[in-house]
């Protein structure tokens, strides 16, 4: 199947089928006890230039918008982290982001910016986890 161009998700997906029809439907796992599924090359994100983060911004025209692309881009949220923020989660006086439900109901993510000593956004940011 890779040899003809069938991407890796589509393998591993038939492979899980295979193995579910001989461990469980037809009693045979030892015919599939030496498959493996495929390795799936991971793509990191493109990275924005200076200039390009600059114009990605200029874009929003209202302050509440601004901030919140700046909030998103800032410390790496998703727009549902970003909606579901409320003021109670500032805390301004450690300069800390407080996002709760991000992965789990049980995890909550602090953000904490040190903007007076780095000049670069993107390492602006730390992440702790408790």
Request: charged letters at 25%; hydrophobic letters at 40%.
């Amino acid at each position: 199947m890779v040899n003809q161009g069938v991407s890796g998700i589509t393998v591993n997906a038939t492979l899980t089928a295979l193995k579910f029809l001989f461990q469980i439907t037809l009693d045979k796992p030892e015919v599939v006890v030496r498959v493996c599924p495929v390795t799936i090359a991971c793509k990191l994100p493109v990275e924005l230039s200076l200039e390009e983060t600059k114009r990605f911004m200029a874009c929003a025209t209202h302050p509440k918008f601004k901030a919140a692309l700046a909030v998103a881009y800032g410390a790496g949220l998703r727009v549902s982290d970003v909606v579901s923020l409320k003021v109670c989660d500032i805390d301004s006086k450690r300069m800390a982001l407080r996002v709760t439900e991000r992965l789990s109901p049980y995890s909550t993510l602090w953000f904490d910016s040190q903007l007076r000593s780095q000049k670069d956004p993107r390492e602006s940011t730390t992440i702790t986890e408790r």
